[in-house]
């Protein structure tokens, strides 16, 4: 009887113990760390989108140099590939910082990050071609 209620118990303190670790805030140097790595990420991937969009648009210049409408399209992809990479970079760094706060002060922060990321996702979209 007594190995069966300590069975059950396992799974319970297992439970708790990790929703008390998710919303513990991390110390300043962790988050800063954190910060710097998400920083250095967005950067890349801005960098690495950038470079994409200048080799496609190079690409749609050679191929198509009499269609503008060619260019036109592939310089709105890239312009949109860009704007996509910034704003997950951008969400990236902010949700770092989050981890700063704890409970429902973190929690909060997420959700704006996470707002942030789908408005700048739906701006993002006027730049695609039709």
Sequence with gaps: MKVTRMLLLV???AAMTMMYGCSKPESSA???RDVNEARQEAAADVADAQMDAAENAAEAQRDMAD????MSEAA???AYDVAIARAEGEHKVATEKCEALA????RDCKDRA???LQAAKAQAESLRPR
């Design 11 to 13: 799974p319970v303190v």
């Design 30 to 32: 962790e988050v800063s």
């Design 67 to 70: 269609s503008r409408a060619g």
């Design 76 to 78: 709105s992809e890239g």
């Design 103 to 106: 409970g429902a002060a973190q």
């Design 114 to 116: 996470d707002a942030a």
